[in-house]
């Protein structure tokens, strides 16, 4: 079945303490990309990644960091989380060009930071 | 500056009326803009696209270049409608595309 997962779906941890989310797609989609979801500002792009090796910064990139090292997984990594990162976040994964920017998202993932 | 508004935080009508979401965007370039919806306790999916031109669920949405707009629509919603609805723009540059999305606007259908 054709998917996005990500891991953990629910996170609460502490200020400070480095945490990674996992995003892997089957669809061997170059494209892929993290989001936060927060009431009022809908969804606001974090990082994005063209293919392996290729990634550029979003519009709320600060406090946090991504990887691509394989085509399928684009993790997502906050060094030292803060209160202002609790968030809905989502990744998402699609194909490049031809029209075909159509964004496949995987569950989210509820993280609350104290 | 590139921007997607959705100027609706909710909108509420009931099982049979029109419905209208509307959806302004700011970008220099030929935009690509979508429909996105999330339905409760779902993940976004795909709505639309401007591109293709299609109907699904019986919505539509047209591209208006002269006044900026990718309002989309339907003549009689229906109670399964209900849900958060975005509108987003891909910002296609020589480095890549940045996906924008609007605020997003919660539709209640009524029975």
């Known amino acids: 079945e054709a998917q996005v997962t990500q891991n953990p779906r629910y996170l609460i941890t502490v200020t400070g303490k480095k945490l990674t989310v996992t995003c892997s797609q089957n669809?061997?989609?170059?494209?892929m990309s993290w989001y936060r979801q927060d009431p009022g500002l809908g969804l606001r792009q974090i990082y994005y990644s063209m293919n392996v090796e290729v990634t550029d910064k979003g519009d709320v990139p600060e406090g946090y960091k991504v990887s691509r090292k394989e085509k399928r997984n684009f993790p997502l990594i906050l060094e030292s989380p803060s209160p202002n990162q609790t968030s809905l976040y989502f990744c998402a994964s699609s194909l490049i060009g031809g029209g075909s920017y159509e964004q496949y998202f995987g569950p989210g993932t509820r993280l609350t930071v104290t | 500056a590139q921007r997607v508004t959705q100027p609706e935080k909710l909108l509420s009508v009931f099982k049979g009326a029109p419905v209208e979401l509307k959806c302004n965007y700011s970008?220099?370039?030929?935009?690509?803009l979508f429909w996105y919806v999330q339905y409760s306790r779902q993940r976004l999916q795909l709505l639309l696209r401007h591109i293709s031109r299609e109907s699904i669920k019986g919505f539509t949405a047209d591209l208006n270049k002269g006044e900026t707009s990718f309002h989309l629509k339907k003549p009689f919603a229906q109670e399964e409608d209900s849900a958060m609805y975005y509108c987003?723009?891909?910002?296609?540059?020589?480095?890549?595309?940045?996906?924008?999305f609007g605020q997003g606007t919660e539709l209640s259908v009524k029975p």
């Open positions: 669809m061997n989609h170059e494209y």
């Open positions: 970008y220099s370039g030929s935009p690509e």
């Open positions: 987003a723009l891909m910002a296609l540059n020589n480095q890549g595309g940045k996906l924008i």
